[in-house]
């Protein structure tokens, strides 16, 4: 069952040794099927270097088992709840990548300080509150996804153009059309922490680039003007040639 999703889950998920997001086996990237309403996720706990793509575990969007001989991740409720509330999503990661957690700890967004931070992310990535006990020993992982859910409705933050949150005391989720999008917003969130971390020691100054210029390298990317790379919807118009 979704054989080509358990590759591209199981690459998705390896990437996160290689990019440096993981510790042992601290974090976890699921892709989901819309059409079937099946995601596929990271097994429990297995080590990276010993996983295998049939390792992975499919599960509906009840949050229950499909398919699979071994747990899913411990993360999988959140996973389902961010899916069933972020429709246009097509893949989630979750780290505790070091950078990220500083922030979640410090229970702060992490702020559009730099041109870096503004190609991916169309303002601060919220930081969103920490669950009170109540809430953690009751559904823990399915709370984590509601508070979530509810920050970005609170602020009226749009996921598709912030695709990344904190969770206050824990850490970082990204999310992405596609698994490998989730990682890669996962790696740009965790530059962009590191960047806002340092210019916060230099100055305090307000540092947060002025609209003007996170528009302008958001919409570069993305968007029906966006002019970045080779294929994006006006990169063949962009630059002129003799």
Known sequence: MLEDLKQEVYE????????????????NVSGIDRDRGLFVIKPSGVEYDKMKPSDMVVVDLDGKVVEGDMNPSSDTPTHTYLYNHFPNIGGITHTHSPWG?????????????????????????????????????????????????????????????????LVSQHGPFSWGPTPDKSVYNAKVLEVSAEISYHALQL?????????????????????????????????KDHAEHE
């Open 101 to 165: 957690v500083s922030f979640a700890a410090a229970k702060m967004d992490i702020p559009a300080v730099s041109t870096t931070h503004a190609d991916t992310f169309y303002g601060d990535i919220p930081c969103a509150p920490a669950l009170n006990e109540e809430q953690i020993k009751d559904a823990y992982e399915l709370n984590t996804g509601k508070v979530i859910v509810d920050e970005f409705e609170k602020r009226g933050i749009d996921p598709d153009a912030v695709p990344a949150v």
């Open 12 to 27: 998705a998920n390896m990437q996160l040794p290689k990019l440096d997001l993981v510790t042992f086996t601290w974090g």
């Open 203 to 235: 100055t305090r100054d307000e540092i947060h680039v002025p609209q003007y210029l996170l528009d302008k390298h958001y919409y570069r990317k993305h968007g029906v003007n966006a002019y970045y790379g080779q294929n994006s919807a006006k990169s």
